[in-house]
């Protein structure tokens, strides 16, 4: 049951919480609900599951759109785009999302803010930073580009930059994922150093098989879908 499940993970957050020496309640859990049907959103969200997350706009579209013109059956919940968002899709993010945590370039987070200006809406952000150095993944390569880049979109009206994300290297070398970790945990500290006038909190790192090394790693946020709701179809 995904009573059970949802019972389960979060005591493994919780105890990897305190193994990491950090106080409970420290780390947020987003529920990932890509690639399942809109059945299995109700579920999470009836079960308390209030933080979920999309990879795809189209699909979030599908799910999502009437729960939000039908709020008095879930009257409060948080939806981040968590995959590859593309300049020509933006247009879709405002009044859908409240998060976007995949901005990977200034000319994303211009679009999207100009978007967000035009519906009138100010969304959560986050940089996603390529630590693995994968091709397969989307983010920034160069921690430079991305810190220079921060600053940029911090001072863009419609958007609030938050912190910052990462997807850990695909390998069962638990050194080589702490490394990506720790690595992307200086980037977030450096960010929040060099903006303190933005309102940095959030260090989205962790999935189902490596959140319990994300959160030793300073993780806040974990995004977490086949411990929860098995494998995607």
């Known amino acids: 049951m995904l009573s059970e499940r949802i019972r389960a993970v ?4 919780r105890e990897a919480t305190a193994r990491a ?18 059945d299995t959103v109700h579920e999470a969200l009836d079960n308390g599951l209030a933080v979920l997350g999309e990879n795809r706009v189209q699909e979030a579209v ?26 020509n899709k933006a247009a879709k993010v405002p009044g859908l999302f409240d998060w976007v945590q995949s901005v990977d370039s200034i000319a994303l987070a211009e679009a999207l803010s100009r978007r967000c ?10 940089v996603q930073f390529n630590s693995s150095g994968e091709q397969t993944k989307s983010g920034y390569a160069d921690p430079e580009a991305l810190v220079d880049d921060a600053a940029a979109i911090a001072s863009l009206g419609s958007l609030r930059l938050r912190g910052v994300m990462t997807i850990g290297p695909f390998t069962d070398d638990t050194a080589r994922i702490a490394s990506a970790f720790a ?26 098989d490596d959140f319990a090394i994300a959160i030793a790693e300073g993780s806040t946020l974990v995004r977490i879908g086949s411990a929860l709701f098995g494998a995607r179809s």
């Open 21 to 38: 020496g950090r106080p409970d309640g420290s780390v947020r859990l987003l529920a990932v609900t890509k690639s399942h049907p809109a």
């Open 62 to 87: 599908a799910k999502f759109e009437p729960l939000r013109a039908a709020r008095e059956r879930h009257p409060a919940f948080e939806l981040h785009l968590i995959g590859h968002l593309q300049s």
């Open 117 to 126: 200006e035009q519906a009138g809406v100010t969304i959560d952000v986050l």
């Open 183 to 208: 690595r992307t945990r200086a980037l977030y500290n450096r960010i929040a150093s060099a903006l303190p006038d933005a309102p940095i909190d959030t260090l989205s790192m962790g999935m189902s």
């Open 10 to 13: 979060t005591e493994s957050i």
